[in-house]
């Protein structure tokens, strides 16, 4: 069974960068689709990107141009790579696989952006 841990978030103020990370713990990381997810205050749980085995990424509109989604095969790592940070980034990232798999949500990582 995979699981999935987020980790990187924080505090970060209106055009700052943060970096965030989800290692997977066994199971079949580096041939999966995987994606970050968001979930603002009081919304649903939505995505921001997903790359594929390859390095191939999509992202929702919001965030082109500004976050990066990348992957470590060999470290069974996914990043996102958040640079003009804007307060409507605010939430709860999650990494998950595209499309998700509802058994595989961890518990995420808080990002704040405010000043």
């Known amino acids: 069974q995979l699981q999935l841990v987020e980790s990187g978030g924080g505090l970060v103020q209106p055009g700052g960068s943060l970096r965030l990370s989800c290692t997977a713990a066994g199971g079949i990381f580096r041939f999966s689709v995987m994606g970050w997810y968001r979930q603002a205050p009081g919304k649903q749980r939505d995505l921001v990107a997903y790359i594929v085995v390859g390095g191939a990424a999509a992202y929702t509109d919001s965030v082109k141009g500004r976050f990066t989604i990348s992957r470590d095969n060999a470290k069974n790592t996914l990043y996102l790579q958040m640079n003009n940070a804007k307060s409507e980034d605010t939430g709860v990232y999650f990494c998950?696989?595209?499309?998700?798999?509802?058994?595989?949500w961890g518990q995420g990582t808080q990002v704040t952006v405010s000043t």
């Open positions: 998950n696989f595209y499309p998700l798999r509802e058994d595989y």
